[in-house]
C-alpha cells in the first residue's frame, strides 16, 4: 500500500504541515534560547566546540570563496572529523552571525526537525490511516526526546547522520505496505538509498553501523516475503529474490563507490584498522551500557515503546511487514551498541532514536483506535503528561530533583554551571604568568582540569588572538594511547591536579603513570621542583604546578620509560615502536606499516653539532640487526647514526655501533640484543643550512631478527 503523505495539490494539506514546521521551529528557539542562556561554561572545555569551530572555518573560506568552500569541505572527506555536515549550515551563519546560539539553531532547525518530519513520513506507513494526525504525532514525539536536544546542546551534529539513516529507511520501505512485497522495486530506490548510506557513513563514522543494522532489515524482510511466497509460487519467489540480490549488489556497489572515491584514504584504513580495537578503552560492561541507555531515555520510555508495538501487532492497526522492519533494525542496533561495542555517549544513543519514536507512536494510536470514551482520554493525556515530564526533567534543573520513580525519566542534562569559573581562571592567568614565551605546559590529565579546559578558559578569557599558552597533553585512554614519556621530557611546566578522578577505571593506566610520576613522586620529579602556588578547584580537587630545574639525563628518561612499561603492563593502541628522547629537537616518527618507520630530523637553527636520541621499545632478539636508509641533505657536512643497546636502567649492555654517514646511503647495524630490554639510536649532525630541506631522513627503519648468511641464501 502506498501512502501519500503530501496529498495532490491540496492548499489545506500544504497549510496544515507549513503550520506543523512553523511550530517545529517556535518549539526549537524555545529550546534553545534559554537552555544555553542559561549556562556559564567554558566553551570546548565543558562543551565540545570542535564541530563548531570546524563550521567557522567553512564561514571564513565560504565569505572569500564558495568554491574554496566546497574544496575545503571536500578535502577534509578523509579526516575522522569532517566538515561535511556543515555545509547546509552556511546560510544560517551568513544571516546571524557565528556565535554558538547560532550554531546549535542551525543544527537543529536543519537536522533535528528535518528528522522529526521524516520520522512522521515512516509513521504513515507504519499506520495507514489519518495520515496528517499519524504524521503529526510522530513529528512531536521525535523533538519531545531529550538525547536528540542534548546531543545538539553539547555541539555535536550526529543527528545529521541519523536523519540520512531515516531517509533511507523511508527509500527502502517505498511501496511496501500490508504485505511483504519486494523491495526496492522502483529504479530510482537504488542509487537514491545507496547515496544515502554513504552519505550517513560520510557524515559520520559511526552510522556504518546504522547502514548493517538496515542491510539486515533488508535480508530480514526479503527472507521472510521469500518464505511466504515460495509455498504458492516457487518460480517467481526465486526470480523476485534474484532480483532483489541483484539490487541490493547494486546499492552496495553505489554506496562503496561514493565512500572510495569521496575519501580514499578513510576507505583504507576501514579495511587495515581495528577500530574496535583502538576504541577499546570506551568500552563498558554489558550492565553499565544497558543502564546507561535506560536511564537516559528513562525507563518508562522503553516501557513505552515495548507496549506501543505490542499493542500495535495485537490490534493489527499497524503495517506488520515494516514494524518487522523497524524491530531489526532496532533490534541490531541495540545488540551493537549494547552487546558489541558498548560505548556510552549521548550522540550513540540516537541510534535508537527511530524504533522508539514509531514504538511510542503506535502506542497512541493503538490506544486512539481500539479504546473509547472516557478511558482513552485518560490514558492519552498520562502518557502526553509523562512525555512532557520527561523532558523537562531532562533538560531543566527540575530533573535534579530525587524521588522514588526518577529512573521512570530521562536523566538529567540541565544547563551546566561551572561553579569553579573563577578558579580555572585563575590557573589560566598565573600560567600565562610564569610562561610568557610560550614554554611546552604539560597538564596531566586527571579528570579535574583536562588541557583543553585550561586552553578553552584562556581563549574565552582573552580571545583566540590572545592565547599564549603552549599546552600538551596525552591520550585520555589506553587502547589509542601511549607514554607520556615525551611529554614529560618536553615540559618546562606540569600541572597537576589531585586526585586522580578515573573515568574508566582499568582503562587509563598510561596517563596514570604520568600522574604517579609527581604524586608518588618518581626519580624523575627531581627534575622539577613544586611552585608554592596551589589552586583549590573548589570540587574537593587541588592544581599544582612544577618547573623544570634541569632538563632529564637519557638514562633517568629511560628508568621512567621502564617504570611506566610496568605499571601499564600491557600493549597500548598508538604506542610506536620508537621513543623520541629528545622531544625538544622536533624529530618526528611515522609508521610505514610492517613495523617500518621513518625519522624525520629537522634543520639545525644554526651551524652546530647536535645529538638526537631515539630508544626502540619493540620486541628485540638475540641477534638483531638494524636496517634503513640514511637521506642526507646536500648541506649536511657529516651524520653519525649509532645504536646502543640498554638494559632497563639504562645502561650499555654492549658497546655502541656507528657508522659516519657523508651522503646517502644504507643503514645496516648488527648487535647482541642478550640482556638488552632497549635500543638507543643517537644520530649527531653537523649542517650549515637552516632551512626544510636541511631534514635528514632515516627511511624504511627497521629492527628485526639477524640471520646467518647461510640462512639467507
Not at 538525547?147 to 536523519?163: A, K
Not at 570506551?282 to 515495548?306: D, Q
Not at 597537576?496 to 620529579?525: R, Y
Request: hydrophobic residues 50%; proline residues 4%; glycine residues 6%.
Amino acid at each position: 500500500m502506498k501512502v501519500t503523505i503530501f496529498a495532490s495539490n491540496s492548499q489545506t494539506t500544504w497549510r496544515f504541515y507549513t503550520k506543523l514546521i512553523a511550530i517545529l521551529v517556535l518549539l526549537t528557539m524555545v529550546m534553545t534560547i534559554p537552555y544555553l542562556r542559561s549556562q556559564r561554561v567554558f566553551l570546548g572545555g565543558d562543551i565540545n566546540d570542535g564541530f563548531y569551530q570546524l563550521t567557522l572555518r567553512v564561514i571564513e573560506s565560504f565569505r572569500q570563496s564558495p568554491i574554496a568552500a566546497l574544496q575545503l569541505i571536500y578535502q577534509s572527506f578523509n579526516q575522522n572529523y569532517n566538515k561535511l555536515f556543515s555545509l547546509p549550515l552556511i546560510p544560517f551563519f551568513l544571516l546571524f552571525g557565528n556565535s554558538y546560539l547560532v550554531y546549535v539553531i542551525a543544527l537543529a532547525i536543519v537536522y533535528l526537525l528535518t528528522f522529526a518530519l521524516v520520522m512522521g513520513a515512516i509513521a504513515t506507513q507504519l499506520i495507514p490511516i489519518h495520515s496528517k494526525a499519524v504524521f503529526t504525532s510522530a513529528a512531536l514525539i521525535t523533538v519531545l526526546l531529550t538525547p536528540n536536544w542534548v546531543t545538539i546542546f553539547q555541539g555535536y551534529p550526529d543527528i545529521s547522520g541519523t536523519l540520512v539513516i531515516s531517509m533511507a529507511i523511508w527509500v527502502a520501505l517505498r511501496g511496501v505496505g500490508t504485505q511483504f512485497e519486494s523491495l526496492l522495486v522502483q529504479r530510482w530506490q537504488v542509487p537514491v538509498l545507496g547515496g544515502l548510506l554513504a552519505t550517513a557513513i560520510l557524515l559520520r563514522r559511526h552510522f556504518a553501523y546504522a547502514v548493517v543494522a538496515l542491510l539486515v532489515a533488508l535480508l530480514v524482510h526479503t527472507a521472510i516475503g521469500f518464505g511466504l511466497a515460495v509455498r504458492q509460487s516457487p518460480q517467481q519467489a526465486w526470480h523476485h529474490l534474484w532480483q532483489f540480490g541483484l539490487r541490493l549488489v547494486l546499492v552496495l556497489a553505489t554506496s562503496v563507490s561514493i565512500v572510495v572515491l569521496l575519501a580514499t584514504e578513510f576507505a583504507q584504513r576501514v579495511v587495515t584498522s581495528d577500530y574496535v580495537a583502538l576504541y577499546e578503552s570506551w568500552s563498558r560492561s554489558f550492565a553499565e551500557a544497558l543502564t546507561f541507555y535506560v536511564r537516559l531515555y528513562g525507563w518508562g520510555v522503553w516501557l513505552l515503546v515495548g507496549l506501543g508495538l505490542l499493542a500495535g501487532l495485537l490490534t493489527r492497526i499497524l503495517a506488520v511487514p515494516i514494524v518487522l522492519f523497524i524491530l531489526t533494525f532496532g533490534g541490531v542496533s541495540l545488540t551493537v551498541w549494547l552487546v558489541k561495542l558498548r560505548y556510552t555517549e549521548t550522540y550513540y544513543a540516537i541510534h535508537f532514536v527511530p524504533l522508539i519514536v514509531l514504538g511510542i507512536t503506535a502506542l497512541l494510536w493503538s490506544i486512539i483506535l481500539t479504546i473509547y470514551n472516557r478511558k482513552r482520554i485518560i490514558l492519552l493525556t498520562c502518557i502526553s503528561l509523562y512525555l512532557l515530564s520527561n523532558i523537562l526533567m531532562g533538560l531543566t534543573p527540575i530533573g535534579k530533583a530525587q524521588f522514588r520513580l526518577r529512573s521512570a525519566f530521562a536523566a538529567s542534562y540541565s544547563p551546566i554551571v561551572r561553579t569553579n569559573y573563577g578558579a580555572v581562571i585563575q590557573v589560566v592567568d598565573f600560567l600565562r604568568q610564569i610562561a610568557p614565551n610560550q614554554e611546552p605546559i604539560f597538564v596531566v590529565y586527571s579528570g579535574h582540569l583536562p588541557a583543553y579546559l585550561v586552553s578553552a578558559a584562556e581563549r574565552t578569557v582573552y580571545g583566540t588572538q590572545g592565547k599564549l599558552l603552549n599546552l600538551r597533553s596525552a591520550a585520555l585512554t589506553d587502547s589509542n594511547g601511549f607514554y607520556p614519556i615525551q611529554e614529560l621530557l618536553e615540559a618546562e611546566f606540569v600541572v597537576v591536579t589531585d586526585p586522580f578522578l578515573a573515568w574508566h577505571e582499568g582503562k587509563q593506566d598510561a596517563i596514570q603513570t604520568a600522574f604517579a610520576a609527581f604524586t608518588e613522586p618518581w626519580e624523575i620529579a627531581e627534575d622539577f621542583q613544586l611552585l608554592p602556588q596551589a589552586f583549590d578547584l573548589q570540587t574537593g580537587a587541588i592544581t599544582r604546578i612544577y618547573q623544570r630545574l634541569h632538563p632529564t639525563s637519557i638514562d633517568r628518561a629511560i628508568r621512567t620509560l621502564h617504570t611506566m612499561q610496568s605499571r601499564v603492563n600491557k600493549p597500548l593502541g598508538a604506542q610506536l615502536d620508537w621513543v623520541v628522547l629528545t622531544p625538544r629537537s622536533g624529530t618526528r616518527v611515522q609508521h610505514q606499516g610492517q613495523r617500518q618507520y621513518t625519522v624525520k630530523l629537522p634543520a639545525l637553527t644554526s651551524s652546530s653539532a647536535e645529538q638526537t636520541t631515539l630508544v626502540y621499545v619493540g620486541d628485540l632478539p638475540d641477534q638483531a640487526l638494524v636496517r634503513g636508509r640514511v637521506v642526507m641533505p646536500q648541506s649536511y657536512q657529516d651524520a653519525v647514526v649509532s645504536v646502543t643497546p640498554l638494559d632497563e636502567q639504562g645502561r650499555p649492555t654492549q658497546p655502541a655501533r656507528s657508522i659516519d654517514f657523508i651522503q646517502t646511503a644504507p643503514l645496516t647495524i648488527e648487535f647482541n640484543g642478550i640482556g638488552a630490554a632497549y635500543l638507543q639510536l643517537g644520530v649527531q649532525r653537523l649542517t650549515e643550512g637552516q632551512d626544510d630541506r636541511c631534514t635528514l631522513k632515516i627511511k624504511s627503519l627497521t629492527v628485526t631478527e639477524s640471520k646467518p648468511e647461510a640462512e639467507l641464501r
